[in-house]
């Protein structure tokens, strides 16, 4: 007579991305990117729900709270069968050695308190046996993310459950069966200026009062929340947008913002692990190892385009936008550290402009976007020497070429059109400035997939000296974007008939598309230091409506 004795062991996630755990779902061991895709998706827990922690969630190996819960994964581990068997077979679960620094695991044990929530795998806990308890056909996991996805991480990290045969005599264990499932840590996601403003971020400082008061007015306007980090944090910084770049992380079941703190490391460092990480607002950094930070790895060179489609491509998350240098010898480059970054979150691939012929270097010095009208949704909005030669040459034929730039500045020189125009000099830098932003207008319309309509041409002089260009007045594009509200720097531009005509130039290519401008005195307190309303702001956006695990990279 043959007796056979049954049992069911299933490791089971939320494969189908649904927010719930559901069991017999397709291969669990093949994570499929698109909308009839599948695979579990982990968050890394790097927010602070504890106000008393003084670390991120996920740098201990204890759950503090029930929100701190509620940022992880839940799988479940299934198994049906007779009790006896458990006698001489255990169920081990277990992780790669490569993935192990990658993720946490908690196992839900007894009651639904804190303390029945232990570590068992995780940074130097490769396996754990689990208990059977007699009439017990579930266990539950808690899964945190430790990392997010780099040069050396794919994202993607698996975890396994099997069933051991234990004879009594003394011989090894042996493997009956092992069941698998996959889950990808969801990548840190940057926001354009296409999506709805809800915070502004704003250093208070002894010389830019006027500047902070116009950026509250205009957050009210834009019904969002301002943040003042004053001059006790900011130590008289106030290059926030260099600082820190905000985004977000997203599962199915959760979504929170995420700080990616730059290696710039000025005054304000300390500014986003004290006082933006805490409950459901998380925190990343990248240290360059043996690497020279240069300005171009702060992030007024890091932006992201609106969603674009380029030759049949759907990005639907927009593309990453960062400054490198022209290929030669001797250039400056965003460390490795961060650009590998960026690269490896995969859903919005980074697009390398030229920027090297900045003296900052950033690529907000001569780009932003504007929400619009039109097929594509938005403007991309360059610096233009080009605009502003033809600009001013118009109002010289006209009879204003007595007409002065920077008049209403103490200790500013004035300068009028016709001398712009006489400055041989001034003319041959800006032709080379031209050239540059030219060089970067291809590669934007080719990588971005736009057309000369999708493109506005801004007005804007600049400066070279020991052939790095600056800004010759306050750079208008280096603007901060609220919906349909943009704070511009004010140029001081030539009046004619009592009004600024580089402001009338850009209100007449911004207005038609239902936007509003307010030119924002920043010289003294910005311009002269080489920034602008951009550098010296910063914005935390709302969420893609789209699902990063729905595109296809």
Known sequence: MLYLTCIDVSLDADTTRSGVVQRGTTDKKEWIWGPDGQGAILLV????????SSEMDNMDFCVRSYADLRDMSCMILRTQGPDAIFDD???VLHVSVSDADKVGVFHARGDDVLQQYEHVLGSHELSYVVEH???REEDTFYVEGLAFPDADFSGLVSFHVTLLDTPTESLPETPIFTDTVVFRVAPWIMTPNTQRPLEVFVCSLSDNADVVEAMSELAQKAHCKLTICPEVENRGDRWIQDEMELGYVQAPHKTFPVVFDSPRDRELQDFPFKSILGPDFGYVTQEPFNEIVSSLDSFGNLEVSPPVTVRGKAYPLGRILIGSSFPRVGGRRMTKAVRDFLYAQK???????????????????FLSFVPALGRQGFRLLLASPRACYKLLTEKQEEGYGDARLFEGLETVPTTTIDEILANESLRRDNDYVQSCIDWNRDILKRELGLSERDILDLPQLFSVLDEEASAFFPDMVNMIVLGKHLGIPKP?????????????????????LGLTCTFVDDFFSYHALLGEIHCGTNVRRKPFSFKWWNMIP
């Open 45 to 52: 827990n790097c927010d602070r729900d504890d106000p008393k």
């Open 89 to 91: 077979h255990k169920l």
């Open 133 to 135: 308890a007699s009439g």
């Open 347 to 365: 859903v919005q691939p980074p697009v390398e402009l030229y920027v090297d012929w900045l003296c900052v270097g950033h690529v907000d010095e």
């Open 492 to 512: 001081f531009g030539p009046i004619i008939d009592g009004r600024c005509c580089l402001e009338e130039n850009v209100r007449s290519l911004l207005e038609p």
